[in-house]
């Protein structure tokens, strides 16, 4: 806040305005550097703090522990969502994995959305079940399969909407009404959208998670992960999960993270238009068969897309499915020059997936075609350049596939003698 030299008491009876997303963004949390005046946040690479007594410290003690740079970022977290500082982690999964050890342990039941993130499934299936963790997947989109999946010793549901790579929604206020009914701590990825377009604390939730290594840094700079609650004593114990478990942010990544949320409303608005633009153009195009994206008008769940998204945005993220299946996917994925093929999302660049080689690898046949993750479904993380140039590449690649040309691909690898694309 402003302090202006003319305090004297009633000068100001208006009520100071709630500053705005993006001011919350650039000063929420954060505050000059009161050892040097530096007005950003400093870089703390020191891994131990000096006690200046026995029992006397600035607060910091070992960068395990806590970091001054993290803490920084975990305060920023905070209050772009309402909430006390965050807990920040070394990954998204870190995150996730501490989450889960604070809430569940042998005996325990998980009710999870099955279009949840493929990396999050595996943790469920492939490690927390060998540690006597039980889990039941259900169609979250109707609130009323978590409500049957609840059992006596459920202690926690899982959701992520809108689900990846489908694009299929939750509504959150409806399965937060059913969680809390039953006793259950509601946990929310928030990854896709992030509390500028979504805000699941406000619909109920209890706790949100973030890969905050896609749009909350943005830049494809830094790996990281974030849990955000208004529990303290949730927070508090996956605080000293992480003590024990060693997985907290690392201090050059929070550093860069930081820079990265300054501009998270302003990259989230742009990313949105920009998405519903190669929306739109992908829905008029011949050659594609289906285009899901929460801002067309002709969404299935378009009105719960209005309701559960703010300022009208929808995020960066749509997928679409060729005519032609596998073989005109394939194509259409090599043959693209201005969108990058990789596993990754939420970044200025325009990004290409293929979920079932890439992403969702690991997640069996039947589950993945039960919820829509079809062999030529093709995931696209809208980036900041200008539309038209993205939809310029995709819309060639796609012609070039209809026509049966093998892809971009084929073609440069015998101009060089670059490695050859192969999708793993
Ligand atoms: C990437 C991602 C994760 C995992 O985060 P990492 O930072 O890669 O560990 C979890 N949930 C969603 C929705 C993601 O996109």
């Not at 992520?160 to 299929?168: F, I």
Request: charged share 20%; hydrophobic share 40%.
């Amino acid at each position: 806040m402003c302090h202006s030299t003319f305090d004297e008491p009633g000068a100001f009876d208006e009520p100071a305005p709630t500053p705005g997303p993006c001011t919350t963004a650039i000063h929420g949390g954060l505050a000059p550097d009161p050892e040097t005046g530096a007005l950003v946040t400093p870089l703390v690479q020191s891994t131990t703090y000096v006690n200046e007594a026995v029992g006397l410290s600035k607060g910091h003690a070992y960068s395990r522990v806590s970091n001054p740079t993290v803490s920084a970022l975990e305060a920023q977290l905070g209050a772009i969502e309402d909430a006390p500082p965050a807990v920040c982690f070394v990954t998204g999964l870190a995150a996730e994995t501490a989450l889960f050890l604070a809430l569940l342990r042998q005996g325990d039941h998980a009710v999870l959305g099955d279009a949840i993130y493929g990396g999050t499934v595996r943790l469920f299936r492939q490690v927390l079940s060998g540690l006597g963790v039980e889990s039941t997947f259900v169609d979250s989109s109707d609130p009323e399969n978590v409500r049957h999946a609840l059992r006596p010793n459920t202690r926690l549901v899982f959701i992520e909407s809108p689900a990846n790579p489908t694009m299929k929604l939750t509504d959150i206020a409806a399965v937060a009404r059913i969680a809390r009914g039953a006793g259950v701590p509601l946990a929310v990825d928030n990854t896709f959208l992030t509390p500028v377009i979504q805000r699941p604390l406000d619909l109920g939730a209890d706790v949100c998670v973030y890969s905050t290594t896609k749009h909350i840094e943005g830049h494809s700079t830094a790996i990281g992960g974030s849990v955000v609650s208004r529990d303290e004593a949730l927070l508090e114990r996956v605080r000293f999960i992480r003590k024990c478990t060693g997985g907290i942010q690392a201090a050059f990544q929070a550093w860069l993270t930081v820079r990265g949320v300054k501009t998270l409303p302003l990259r989230l608005r742009q990313h949105s238009e920009n998405a519903l633009k190669v929306a739109r153009a992908l829905r008029a195009n011949p050659h594609v068969a289906a285009v899901n994206y929460p801002g067309l008008d002709d969404f299935p769940q378009r009105e719960l897309a209005e309701r559960q998204h703010r300022g009208g945005l929808h995020g960066g993220l749509l997928s679409f499915e060729v005519a032609g299946g596998t073989e005109a996917a394939v194509r259409v994925l090599n043959g693209v020059r201005l969108c990058s093929l990789v596993e990754h999302l939420g970044s200025v660049e325009t990004l290409i997936t293929h979920p079932v080689t890439m992403t969702h690898a690991d997640v069996p046949r039947e589950q993945r075609l039960a919820v829509g993750i079809t062999d030529g479904l093709i995931r696209l993380s809208v980036g900041l350049e200008e539309p038209e140039d993205v939809i310029a590449d995709l819309e060639r690649a796609i012609a070039e596939a209809h026509r049966g040309v093998p892809g971009g691909c084929a073609a440069r690898e015998e101009e060089s003698e670059v490695t050859p694309c192969v999708i793993r």
